[in-house]
T-cell receptor
């Protein structure tokens, strides 16, 4: 009965290093969403993926950020050459995707996030 | 641009009172959802209301939706200390973004229940 699992829970990186954040969706969910949250702010959409496909990456910065959701294994959000401004909480959510019989609108199930600190 | 904006940004009430939070959005939607976030944790889904619905209840929660005003409200009745959290509304992209299940979240209301 595992929910969305994110690891690591906390990640500290020095400027210029790479950060890899992992997300395992709920069992039976094939859609993954990544969001970023700054302190005292709401969630900013980054990217929406289905297995092996990127559905919507309109919120992803053009450089240094990439995401994948391979056929096997967790979804990975990768940040290259991190800068202090990348410090934030990164949340992953999953859903079963669009369900026509329900008219769409599946609730998202969130993990507890990865808190990235760039020093 | 940010789809949802919650009002007020922060709300403190006595335990047992009712708490009302409002959300306004800018473009057409298929559905609107409310989520709760406890400090340091992920968001938890509370309730979903579709664009053809006006009101929905779940336990002590009551959600209304007014598509003509592009606004929604979340009412928590008989508040408890455990209701202390941030509350967010989230909207989909509407019919023009059919099949895209991503949600856009508002800035949230920080609710504090005083025992």
């Amino acid at each position: 009965n595992a929910g969305v699992m994110q690891n690591p829970r906390h990640l500290v990186r020095r400027r210029g290093q790479e950060a890899r954040l992992r997300c395992s969706p709920m069992k039976g969910h094939s859609h993954v969403y990544w969001y970023r949250q700054l302190p005292e702010e709401g969630l900013k959409f980054m990217v929406y993926l289905q297995k092996e496909n990127i559905i919507d990456e309109s919120g992803m910065p053009k450089e240094r950020f990439s995401a994948e959701f391979p056929k096997e294994g967790p979804s990975i959000l990768r940040i290259q050459q991190v800068v202090r401004g990348d410090s934030a909480a990164y949340f992953c959510a999953s859903s079963p995707g669009y369900q026509e019989d329900r008219g769409g609108g599946s609730p998202l199930h969130f993990g507890n996030g990865t808190r990235l600190t760039v020093t | 641009s940010q789809q949802g904006e919650e009002d007020p940004q922060a709300l403190s009430i006595q335990e047992g009172e009712n708490a009302t939070m409002n959300c306004s959005y800018k473009t057409s939607i298929n559905n609107l959802q409310w989520y709760r976030q406890n400090s340091g944790r992920g968001l938890v889904h509370l309730i979903l209301i579709r664009s053809n619905e006006r009101e929905k209840h779940s336990g002590r929660l009551r959600v209304t939706l007014d598509t003509s005003k592009k606004s929604s409200s979340l009412l928590i009745t008989a508040s408890r200390a455990a209701d202390t959290a941030s509350y967010f509304c989230a909207t989909d992209g509407g019919w023009w973004d059919f099949g895209n299940e991503k949600l856009t979240f508002g800035t949230g209301t920080r609710l504090t229940i005083i025992p």
